[in-house]
């Protein structure tokens, strides 16, 4: 009897701890887990995922709100980050690679400052650790934004017609692949409303440029070179002038979709990086 309600209590443990978020496994080898960007399910990794999967164990992240996976309440971003870490240590998972794309990203730099002994090391494609000191006028350091403003009470009320246009027209500026706005736009228009407005503030009122010190496992960037690399660079080194083991790639052509807009670059970089 007890065996089996240590079995119940272990499920339910293991139950709670994935709600933020769904993951695909397949490959074999040294695991590596990949967390998309804001709206993407994992399909974003695909072309990634085919490369890798030879050689490495992918665990293949779409985060709550997104994909078709249910919502949770908020703060969303802490209880993602939280239950990744659970995640890895239910699974057993052995160091670990970290790959993120924009906030998973961030994300995968606020997990290897939080368990600085727990991953080989992470790869963060066109990710900062303080994204709002570059989209918010006149930010200041330690500014806390609230759920509730002006602008996440109108893009609650739009409807659903105002909110896909909106997400086309974002779509151009995100990639340089014509050929994939449809797809950006499209997984934007999928996203639960609450977890779009209120997520995204999750991920502004995070700041982790002073935490950067206490990572202590190499950090590979890999930029967005758009719309040049001269005027980009200076903002990534300040973002990240506190991290002593970073190392810099910048790709030509490209906005902020790397894999969509030079996917070939793209690979070369992963397998560089990723033996």
């Known amino acids: 009897m007890k065996k089996i309600l ?17 993951v695909e496994i397949t490959g074999k080898g040294d695991p590596v887990l990949l967390f998309p960007g804001f709206t993407c399910p994992g399909e974003v990794w695909k072309e990634t995922v085919d490369q890798l999967s030879k050689t490495h164990e992918c665990h293949i992240f779409t985060f709550a709100g997104f994909g078709g996976v249910a919502p949770i309440d908020t703060p969303w971003f802490s209880t993602v980050k939280k239950d990744v870490i659970a995640y890895v240590k ?10 993120g794309h924009s906030i998973g990203g961030t994300l995968s730099l606020w997990l ?11 790869i963060v494609v066109d990710g900062l650790p303080g994204p709002a000191a570059l989209m918010v006028p006149n930010y ?28 086309a027209q974002t779509a151009p500026f995100m990639s340089l692949n014509p050929d994939k706005h449809a797809l950006i736009a499209e997984w934007v228009r999928q996203a639960d409303r609450k977890t779009y407005v209120y997520g995204y503030m999750d991920f502004l009122n995070t700041d982790l ?29 300040k973002q990240y002038e506190k991290l002593k083991d970073v190392k810099f ?7 902020h979709f790397i894999m969509f807009d030079q996917p070939a670059i793209f690979l070369e970089k992963i397998a560089e990086n990723i033996p």
């Open 6 to 22: 240590l079995m119940l209590l272990t499920s339910v443990t293991l139950a709670s701890a994935q709600k933020s978020f769904q």
């Open 90 to 99: 239910q699974k057993n998972l052995k160091s670990p690679t970290l790959l």
């Open 112 to 122: 290897a400052s939080d368990e600085p002994g727990m991953f080989k090391k992470a």
């Open 140 to 167: 200041k350091k330690g500014q806390v934004m609230p759920y509730d403003n002006p602008q996440t009470k109108s893009i609650l009320e739009m409807d659903d017609a105002a909110f896909g246009q909106m997400a």
């Open 209 to 237: 440029r002073d935490d950067l010190e206490k990572i202590k496992i190499p950090v590979i960037v890999i930029g967005a070179a758009s719309p040049s690399r001269e005027m980009v660079e200076p903002n990534y080194r």
């Open 249 to 255: 790639e910048f790709i030509e052509n490209s906005a």
